[in-house]
């Protein structure tokens, strides 16, 4: 598909009568704000030698003739991007768009530079390189504007039709489920028996009692034997329908969770990072439970209901048509009335849940924050927003409940009037012989009971919108493909020595590149230090070479293997991870230290927690090894929790260590001892350490030192005092922070 | 004044200090963007060093004002709503067609956190709506929003 046929039809015309009959069309983008950051549409567009754009009013059109000094620069701020067309002189253009059209406008950028630098060579441009997306990185297909992952999470609003794709989870049970359905068939039939059986018993027993004739007791023993085989086959088949129904759903929605669990986990570091964790603990956790709830009672409901309704519909008509007919015409009318009031009841409801979650966010924010709240005696303001949040509760309440309480009364009296009807007109067809009393009062016996069925019926509106927004949320966890792929066909990794080059590596995230053209060749066994100010792109560095997420350009290769064609767990297994904050998770300290080798044996951990320096604490633990430590080992001080982690990198024996920030959370002191454990850690490996005092680097091989995603400088810290560039700043701040805390004047305040 | 500003030829705004060094690529920053947009505007460096600080915009010269200010324009981008038209849907994700100070546009909300009430006490009422793509939408007060806008906002709130 060329340019010109994708341009959108509201500027084909125009656009194309400026342009000269064999000028080719490159590459266009449509602009939605204008110079003054007003919402109008516009459009710049690219020819084979030119650049054309709408003025200032959409009539004229301006135009710049290609030319080697033309820059196209394009920047962003507060989610207004801009593309400003320079030459060495100045600035010839600006244009404004919203973020979202930013990754057109990087596309029309490359365009721009191809074009350009064909116009000035003279030589046809060369072939497009492979575009990706700007947020996922994800390879995009040629014909792709968008990236269809990040899309569309972003921008559909649940549909019902989401909910059909619980299919997928419900068919390995499809036996079950038809079983379940024609239980159901066979119960609601059942219960259709008893109000069939008052009709005989009216008209052939009791009227003709009143009348004179004595009753026959073989035929009532036959009719109350009827109504009882009814009732207990009804009970039968109830049960069995609602355990099989009940079993089944309870595995669907297990599936469904442990399935969204398992794919979340493959999910790219950069997943996690945009996702808040009590988000995602909801997905997995209240919303395959809604849906399952919906499945199992909700949906069952309404199928034996629809059933029944069904069924009384056909036998009604088949006893006596027009009574039917009367009989059945309020029930829309009634089904629409309770429909209206549910809808308003509804979206109460939806702000009950909202205000309830105020009231929950003041907690939220005040317990674990409660040192700031008491250190600045801030105790009456908290308990004021509490009682404000409580107060708003109250009153949205207040309002809901006059409805609600209305609600259950209304349909009480829809009910009645409808069977009052029944009777007008039963009454008068009896009058008229049309009908015996024995039908109207079966009639009766059917009707009061679907019209109780009726409020429940009009739930399912809200409880599936209720469930489609829930399958949809766990769909999109399901449908995101991890950005960082498997290899299809992996290499198996030969036992690494641990040497890494990254090769012209850059990465962009999100629109913002962090890394460029990082240059770094690094020895087996050797200890990398990695300097610079925080935002220089240390952390983004090692999270590549961990492969938390894919380099946008270049390549890293252990030992020759590029990183994203090697099976990523095989990858980990070879890397030691010794973090700023230790994460030690709920359990006993001598599994966590086995935490990436469960089969450890004891004297292994044993020597691990040894060579990181944490035998002799873990000792003084009640338990010793068996001890256990919380979610976030509270009994443990920093330091111990960080030796434990220590430990734990240490026992997996890793070719590749990276410690991020390893020693900056914990004082002097301990940072000693905890250095005297990396020393046992870093020794034969390749490692790479992060640290934001240069004290600790001192036994680094080679230092590197990063500023704004680039490599500045590279040596030892001989070396680099020597040279006197980057490093040696650093160096310089750090010191004299140390040496000079800056004098407090007399009235405390520094000088 | 200690400062001169001007602007280059490629629409950058020039500083000239005190001790006479041209700095190239000024941004001019609102302290408190929103709740008290006069008081306090920095001029900041390219790399994001402040390098004056202008109580108010009432004490510089006229020039030096009209170039502040017209690049303050320039850079802000808060449209304020005026009017929800209608909303795709009332669960989230959901695309809002509303009328702004700058004109007619689509947001995308992606949840109903996206909405924070700015707890001034000089704007009680007021909501700011981050979209999808991260622009900030402004509801200075909900309340003397139209009906028909209240009705539909009060759903997501």
Not at chain 1, 109 to 115: C, D, G, I, S
Not at chain 1, 247 to 273: C, M, N, P, W
Not at chain 1, 552 to 573: C, H, K, N, P, Q
Request: glycine share 6%; aromatic share 8%.
């Amino acid at each position: 598909m060329t340019a010109s046929d994708t341009l959108p039809e509201a500027w084909q015309a125009e656009l194309f009568a400026c342009l000269a009959p064999d000028e080719q069309l490159i590459a266009w983008l449509e602009l939605d704000l204008d110079d003054h950051l007003d919402f109008r549409p516009g459009l710049v567009a690219l020819s084979d030698r030119r650049l054309i754009t709408t003025g200032a009013s959409n009539l004229s059109w301006n135009n710049w003739p290609l030319s080697a000094g033309l820059t196209l620069t394009h920047h962003d701020n507060a989610g207004v991007g801009t593309l400003e067309l320079e030459n060495a002189q100045g600035r010839l253009a600006r244009w404004r768009y919203t973020l979202g059209r930013s990754p057109a406008a990087l596309r029309f950028e490359r365009e721009f530079v191809r074009q350009r630098d064909s116009v000035a060579s003279g030589q046809p441009p060369p072939p497009p390189s492979v575009a990706t997306c700007p947020i996922c990185q994800m390879q995009l297909q040629p014909d792709e504007e968008d990236c269809p992952n990040c899309v569309r999470e972003l921008h559909t609003p649940p549909s019902t039709w989401t909910l059909l794709r619980i299919w997928r989870f419900a068919r390995p049970y499809k036996g079950q489920l038809i079983a379940g359905f024609l239980l159901t068939l066979a119960a609601t039939a059942a219960t259709l028996v008893p109000p069939y059986l008052t009709m005989p018993l009216m008209d052939d027993v009791l009227i003709p009692y009143q009348n004179g004739t004595p009753i026959d007791p073989n035929k009532v023993a036959w009719l109350l034997g009827g109504l009882l085989g009814s009732a207990l086959l009804a009970w039968a088949l109830n049960w069995a329908r609602t355990y099989i129904l009940a079993l089944v759903s309870e595995r669907i929605g297990a599936d469904l969770r442990t399935t969204t669990y398992e794919h979340l986990l493959k999910l790219s570091h950069e997943y996690f990072g945009g996702k808040r964790t009590g988000d995602l603990l909801a997905r997995i956790g209240s919303e395959t439970d809604r849906i399952n709830v919906f499945l199992s009672l909700h949906l069952l409901d309404f199928a034996t209901d629809v059933l029944m309704i069904v069924m009384t519909s056909v036998i009604l008509f088949s006893i006596n048509p027009w009574l039917a007919l009367v009989t059945l015409t309020p029930l829309p009318i009634i089904a629409w009335m309770i429909h209206l009031v549910r809808d308003k009841l509804r979206t109460g409801f939806e702000q009950i849940d909202r205000v309830w979650a105020e009231v929950t966010s003041v907690l939220a924010d005040t317990i674990p924050g409660v040192r700031v709240v008491k250190a600045f005696a801030q105790e009456a303001r908290e308990a004021q927003r509490f009682r404000e949040a409580n107060k708003h509760n109250l009153e949205v309440n207040d309002r809901l409940n006059r409805i609600w309480s209305l609600f259950a009364p209304t349909v009480g009296l829809l009910t009645e009037i409808g069977i009052l009807v029944v009777w007008a007109f039963g009454i008068w067809l009896v009058s008229k012989d049309q009908i015996t009393v024995g039908v109207l009062i079966a009639f009766l016996a059917y009707i009061s009971r679907f019209y109780t069925r009726l409020d429940s019926m009009s739930r399912i509106i809200s409880v599936t919108q209720k469930a489609a927004a829930g399958a949809k949320r766990i769909f999109d966890i399901l449908d995101h493909v991890s950005s960082v792929p498997e290899p299809v066909n992996p290499v198996t990794l030969p036992p690494l020595k641990g040497g890494i080059h990254i090769d012209k590596v850059s990465f962009r995230y999100g629109n913002r590149a962090v890394l460029h053209g990082i240059d770094l060749k690094i020895a087996p066994g050797e200890m990398i230090g990695l300097v610079g100010h925080s935002g220089s792109g240390k952390s983004t560095l090692v999270n590549l070479i961990c492969r938390f997420y894919d380099v946008t350009e270049g390549a890293i290769r252990v030992e020759g293997t590029d990183l994203r064609s090697i099976a990523i767990a095989d990858y980990r297994r070879n890397i030691g991870l010794v973090l700023q904050e230790p994460f030690l998770f709920f359990g006993t300290i001598a599994e966590n230290i086995a935490y990436g080798k469960p089969d450890a044996t004891r004297a292994e951990i044993v020597a691990a927690a040894r060579a990181a320096h944490a035998h002799e604490f873990i000792l003084r633990q009640p338990h010793g090894y068996d001890s256990l430590v919380g979610e976030r080992g509270q009994s443990l001080s920093g330091g111990e929790r960080q030796r434990i982690s220590i430990a734990r990198a240490l026992l997996i024996d890793p070719r590749i260590l990276i410690l991020d920030e390893a020693t900056s959370a914990v004082d002097t002191e301990t940072e000693f001892e905890i250095q005297s454990a990396l020393n046992n850690l870093i020794r034969g490996r390749t490692t790479i350490a992060i640290a934001h005092r240069l004290s600790t680097l001192r036994r680094a091989d080679r230092l590197v030192v990063m500023d704004r995603g680039r490599i500045v400088e590279i040596g030892n810290h001989e070396a680099l005092m020597a040279s006197a560039g980057a490093y040696w700043r650093l160096y310089q701040a750090q010191t004299k922070q140390l040496d000079a805390p800056p004098a407090l004047g007399e009235d405390g305040s520094p000088s | 004044m200690t400062f001169t500003l001007s602007r280059n030829s490629f629409g950058r705004l020039v500083l000239v200090g005190a001790n006479g060094t041209a700095h190239d690529g000024i941004v001019p920053v609102r302290a408190f963007g929103i709740t008290a947009p006069d008081y306090g505007i920095a001029l900041m460096s390219a790399d994001g060093k402040e390098l004056q600080w202008i109580e108010s915009l009432d004490t510089l010269p006229e020039d030096t004002r009209s170039l502040i200010v017209a690049e303050l324009a320039q850079r802000e981008f808060v449209p304020e709503i005026r009017r929800i038209i209608s909303v795709s849907s009332y669960a989230t994700p959901s695309t809002w067609q509303v009328d702004t100070d700058r004109g007619e546009t689509a947001l995308i909300l992606k949840s109903e956190d996206d909405i924070r009430r700015l707890r001034s006490t000089s704007y009680a009422n007021a909501l700011l709506i981050a979209d999808s793509q991260g622009i900030h939408f402004l509801i200075r007060d909900r309340l003397g929003l139209d009906a028909h806008s209240q009705k539909i906002l009060k759903r997501f709130l």
